[in-house]
């Protein structure tokens, strides 16, 4: 059967509207945008405990008291794990994925509840939407939408529109024909019998429908964190890159608490406004039926309880102080609080020089926003603009490929550490072992695999591609995609039992210092020249900060400072990245004139 490229072809559509229809995406990208930003300053605006209690007593009112106790300690619990910015953001995002979901939805399956040809047509649409894999909504959305907010948003409303469409159809379809063959026949009008008799009555289904969508846009906010949508997605992906447990949990915990919110006050928002919800209700009072743990306080009440609520936790000082960011002199000045925006891939030397840039600018005036990336999406939000810079290039063999695809779009400031290596390595203990020849046959020892880290690494591409066939191992070995931490992980199992493993790693690399491993040799040269590591900026960078471009450019690290920092980071902890570089730094003071100097010390610093 003849190959059908059908990728070709919508690689193909894809670059025609790239090319042809970028101001639509550009308009669509502001509106998105303004829609976020404007849901989010007004989340973010109220201190944390106070907008919890608005949040709470707005779930006493739909639910009952147990309802907004409950709802209070669940977002109490946000905030004492300082997640409380992710988890608006991260709710911010929800809500107008939501609300452009159901513009577009309700309006459609009232249409096609109409419309036996509109349903027809609709019906594979959503059929496609909601089997396809949800990773792969995200390629096109970063193409047309770039990295970030808009990007996110637009895939995960894709992802959540099935359920808007189908259930409002079905509730109108639903609905009694007597009831509307009654109103006709009254002379009511087509536009009047779907809003009075219609739409009242399949309110339950569609309100059904608008749970069904918020959940599944908040299963989608974590896969989208892998743009750059920041918030728990975000911290999600980051606790996963890192292999971050507590992280993880935490992050996963705040989105468990925004679902179960969610998900109980649209359910009883449905019963609110729905005909049917009003009278179970105004009958279950009548009949002495509510305890009070099911009290419901008026309007007047709840505006009075938030008010209350505001003063005693002022007074007790529940909200805190906003933290102290620190001065900087201004002889040090440079950025004058200009942002700078730098990405990295989770690998060691990656976060290593990422956080001592974000802790050298920060002292020299810049604001200083830091995101974790996948290599592909990293090198595209580069070329789109949205990055401004990232450390961890390793040119020209590991990212020979995106360099390609991307390099007429970016500045490469030079390269900061070099040469390095790539290689296969397995345990000292791993007798008979060592070089990639010596790997043939002995796959049943190894179970068959050879533990590597992100798929999207350039050096997974090139073990796949070139070393493993170079070397006859495909019929015996498995490379296994994975993460870095991963792959850190199960060296660290395999270690500790004295069993054999073959893991992907790199040179320089603190894993060096803390096992004992040996690099396989290369008879072959399958693994090419070895790299050297490079920063590279988006194009312009240098001209709009000229200052940190020549920094950039003028960087070097010895191995030994560069393992030295990784160490310290590691010992540190997760999370304590910015704190262990410091640390570092206290014990290396001249480092900071040398990389970062300002124009006064400039002379003294050469």
């Known amino acids: ?68 106790v409950l709802a209070f300690g669940g977002f109490a619990l946000i905030d004492s794990m300082e997640l409380w910015d992710k988890s608006m953001s991260t709710l911010s995002l929800v809500l107008v994925a939501t609300v452009i979901a159901l513009v577009i939805g309700v309006p459609l399956g009232i249409w096609a509840a109409r419309s036996q040809t509109v349903s027809s047509v609709v019906r594979p649409v959503l059929d496609l939407l909601q089997t396809m ?18 990007a996110g948003v637009v895939a995960t409303l894709i992802f959540a529109l099935a359920p808007g469409v189908r259930m409002t ?43 069904q969508v918020i959940m599944l846009g908040l299963s989608m906010v974590v896969i989208a964190g892998m743009v750059g949508t920041g918030g728990l997605g975000g911290a999600v992906n980051e606790a996963i890159g890192q292999l971050n447990i507590g992280l993880g949990f935490e992050a996963g915990l705040g989105i468990v608490v925004l679902a179960i919110y969610l998900d109980r006050m649209t359910g009883a928002l449905g019963d609110q406004i729905s005909p049917l919800g009003r009278r179970a209700a105004a009958k279950a009072r009548a009949a002495g039926e509510l305890r009070i743990w099911q009290h419901r306080p ?20 529940i909200f805190g102080t906003p933290g102290d960011k620190g001065t900087t002199d201004s002889a040090t000045d440079v950025g004058k609080g200009d942002t700078v925006k730098i990405g990295y891939i989770p690998w060691d030397e990656g976060i290593a020089t990422t956080f001592l840039w974000k802790e ?16 592909g999406p990293l090198f595209t939000g580069l070329a789109q603009g949205q990055i401004d810079f990232q450390t961890d290039g390793w040119l020209p063999v590991t990212h020979a490929e995106y360099w390609k695809r991307y390099g007429k779009q970016l500045e490469d400031l030079g390269a900061w550490y070099g040469p390095t290596s790539l290689e296969i390595a397995v345990p000292g203990y791993v007798k008979g072992v060592d070089s990639m020849a010596d790997l043939k046959g002995q796959g049943d020892r190894f179970k068959g695999r050879i533990i590597g880290i992100e798929p999207s690494a350039g050096m997974m591409g090139l073990l796949k591609k070139d070393v493993v066939g170079a070397y006859g191992l495909g019929d015996e070995y498995k490379v296994v995609d994975g993460s870095t931490p991963a792959m850190l992980a199960e060296l660290k199992r395999a270690y500790a039992k004295k069993e054999p493993i ?9 894993a060096y210092s803390d096992y004992d491993l040996k690099k396989l040799k290369d008879p072959k040269g399958a693994w090419g020249e070895g790299d050297e590591v490079h920063t590279l900026s988006r ?68």
């Open 1 to 68: 059967m003849p190959r059908l490229h059908l990728g070709d072809w919508v690689d193909s559509g894809v670059e025609w509207l790239v090319t042809h229809m970028a101001w639509l995406f550009d308009a669509l990208k502001s509106l998105v945008e303004g829609m976020y930003d404007g849901t989010n300053a007004v989340l973010t605006a109220p201190e944390p405990l106070l907008l919890a209690g608005i949040l709470a007593l707005f779930a006493w009112w739909l639910r009952g008291l147990v309802a907004g």
């Open 133 to 150: 894999p949800s990773m792969v909504l995200l390629i096109p959305a970063i193409l047309f939408f770039g990295m970030g907010v808009p």
């Open 169 to 211: 159809e079905l509730g109108i379809r639903q609905v009694d024909a007597e009831l509307v063959e009654a109103a006709e026949a009254f002379g009511t009008t087509p536009r009047n019998t779907l809003l009075r008799v219609q739409l009242p009555l399949a309110l339950p289904t569609i309100m059904a429908g608008v749970n």
């Open 298 to 317: 008026r309007p007047a009440v709840a505006v009075v309880g938030v008010v209350v609520l505001a003063l005693v936790a002022g007074g007790m000082g």
């Open 360 to 375: 050298l600018l920060e002292r020299r005036g810049f604001e200083v926003e830091t995101t974790q990336y996948a290599a």
């Open 502 to 510: 073959a893991v992907t790693l790199w040179s320089p690399h603190w």
């Open 539 to 606: 194009k312009g960078f240098s001209d709009d900060h000229p200052e940190v471009g020549r920094w950039l450019k003028d960087f070097r690290m010895t191995e030994k400072q560069l393992t030295d920092l990784e160490s310290a980071i590691q010992k540190a902890g997760k999370g304590k990245e910015q704190q262990a570089v410091r640390d570092w730094l206290e014990k290396h003071p001249d480092t900071v004139d040398k990389w970062a100097p300002v124009p006064g010390d400039r002379a003294a610093a050469g």
